[in-house]
Structure formats: structure tokens, C-alpha cells
């Protein structure tokens, strides 16, 4: 099942990469798409994360308003590096989640890294420590918006994994 | 307009190869040299549209494939002096102490 | 009726290659505000800051512009491949690189750092 999703990932991605479309070429690809599988058995990576079929719809809607975001926060450092004195205030937060998953995790620690002006530096349990450029920014209440919306985004439904 | 994009992006590049060559530790290095290849990355797919070639394209993402790879490698090796270690963090527990240093000051 | 369209200064081809010039040499320009920040700032922390706006928005505005210029479809997807493995690995490499900072036991400066009335509080 997942070996599907996967089979069926590298078999789009060589598709849109290629362009060529001769038997000889279609017989290279079935080649290194088998090599992949084989390998991915291999690294023992075949899971429900390899292939997130399912949750393909809220992670679409999810990096529109991502994309929002990293504009504004880009703004922010912008105008500080930019800046003849350098009057950044940096600071470490503690910030809790309420993502269960792996993959709800790893989807909000990587936007916080991805929005510029935060980075996340430690993740332990459900406790993240986050390194801001500016310590009015960087409360632990301004990341309960993108904490309930990678929650939705990635978390399934109910039970954690 | 393309040309000034390029010479723009050649200037970055120059002025990050002087953080590369006197940051003070190795992890200013390590990101001068990461943030050169996504620079590199950059570069090459402009370079293709300038010179009209879009297969230049393919080369770009293999760079940022290997960009990543090599960043991640580098730490690694820094950090355990072996590449022969597992990445895995659960059920391990680890020989420093639990980061306590830098808390906010509240 | 193609006359008509390629008399007219404005058609859809032209637009589209300026504007992608621009948003590249906008890109390009941030990238450099970006180096002016990893070169100014203090610590590797705050320097990791300043490296990810290259990251996303410059990286972003210049391949959004080249993928305006995009001649072909195939080009296009290519184009959409290099953003998604642009911005999952910079965000994993900026968090590996700041973990590692932080395991080594590199401390960031916290607190103000403003030469001023101030100093005397939180930097050393």
C-alpha cells in the first residue's frame, strides 16, 4: 500500500523531469524507479510518512497562509539588517505544542525555522526551544496560531500515531 | 535585467566568502557554505535562462539535493567525529547533559 | 488578428519577461541584504536569521521570476521542484546547524543590543 504511494511518487517526479518518452528511456525509468523501491525497502522507510497521500489537502491548505507569513516576518529582518544601529534584543523561548504526531511536529518546527526571525533549536517531547531575533516577537503566544494550524494541517483525526 | 540579477548575485556570494574565510567558529562556516550553495542554486537556473538552456535546471536540483546531503554531513561529523554513528535521537540517551544554558530572562 | 497582437506594445510575452526580470533582480537584491545581515550580526544565531531570509524570500522572488519566463511546462515543474527542496532542506539544514551550535555548547547573546542607557543590563 504505501510501496504503491511510493511507486507512484517517483513514477510522477521521472515523468515531469524527463520529457523523453521513447521505449528506451521508459525502460531506464522502470529500472530506476524499481532501484528506488528496492532501496527504500532497504532504509526501512517504507511507512505511513513516506507516502502522505491523505493529508495532501490540508498541508495545500496550509502553505498559502505559511507563505503570508514568511513574507511578513521577512520584512521585519529586513529592516533590521538593514538598519544603522543594530538594535536586535535576541531571545530563547520555551514554546509547548499540541501537535501529536511526528509529522505535525516536524511540519511546526520547520516553520518556525522557515519563517526568518525564528529558529527552532531543541525539540524535546512536546517542548521546543526557539531562538528569536527580537524578544517582543518571540513570546510563546505567538505561536499558538501556527501550532492549531499545523495541528489541523498534519495531526489525522483523533487518535495520535 | 537578467545581468544585474547575476553580477547581484555574484556580489552576495563574494561578500559571503568573507564570512566563509574568517567566521570565528566552524558553524558560521557551515552556514556561509550552505547559504553559498542555495546562492549556487540560484545561480545556475538564471544562468540557463541568460544563456538559453533549460537543462541547466537538472543540475540545479541535483545542487540543492547535494547541498543539503553535505550540510548535514558536516555536522555530523563534527559533532560525533564519525560518520559511522546513527542520526537516531529516541530511546537514546545522549552523553551531554539536557541544554540549560540561555534561558530567557523573564 | 496577430498583426493586431504583436503591434500592441503590452502583449502577454512581454510583460511576462520583464516582470520576471524584475522579481529576479529583486530576489537577487535581497539575497544581498541577506549576506550584509550574516556578515553584520553578532552570533551564529542571529547570523542564521539573516542567512534564511536568502533562504525563502530571495530564493523564492528569483526562481517565481525565472518560472514567469518559463518557456515550457516541463521547465515550469522543474522549477516548482527546486522551491519545494529549496525551502524543506534550508529549514532542516537551519535547525541541524542551530542544534549543533547548541549541543557544542556556543552560547547566543540574549538581550538587547543596543549601545546605549541600557548596556549595563543583559550583555556582557
Known sequence: MHLLGILLAATAFWMANSGHYKPLMLGFAAASVVLTLILSLRFKIVDREGSPYVRLLGFLAYVPWLTWEVLKANWVVIRACLRADLDISPALVKVRTTCKSDLAKVTFANSITLTPGTVTVEIQGDKMLVHGLYEANTVPESFIGMDARCARAADPKGAAS | MMLAALIALIVSMCLLLIRALMGPTLYDRVLAVNSFGTKTVLLIGLMGFVMGRSDFLDIAILYTLINFVSTIAVLKFFRYRSFQVPLARRGESRAEAPVTGGEPNA | ?124
Open chain 3, 1 to 124: 488578428m496577430p498583426e493586431a497582437a504583436s503591434l500592441m506594445p503590452l502583449d502577454w510575452n512581454t510583460i511576462r519577461v520583464a516582470l520576471g526580470g524584475a522579481l529576479s533582480l529583486l530576489g537577487a537584491l535581497l539575497c544581498i541584504v541577506g549576506t550584509i545581515g550574516v556578515l553584520r550580526f553578532p552570533d551564529v544565531y542571529t547570523r542564521l536569521h539573516a542567512a534564511s531570509i536568502t533562504d525563502t524570500s530571495g530564493a523564492g522572488f528569483v526562481l517565481f521570476g525565472i518560472a514567469l519566463m518559463a518557456p515550457d511546462w516541463i521547465v515550469l515543474v522543474k522549477i516548482v521542484c527546486i522551491l519545494i527542496f529549496l525551502m524543506l532542506t534550508s529549514a532542516t539544514s537551519s535547525h541541524a546547524l542551530a542544534n549543533a551550535a547548541l549541543t557544542a555548547g556556543l552560547q547566543p547573546k540574549i538581550g538587547s543590543m543596543r549601545k546605549g542607557p541600557h548596556e549595563d543590563e543583559a550583555s556582557p
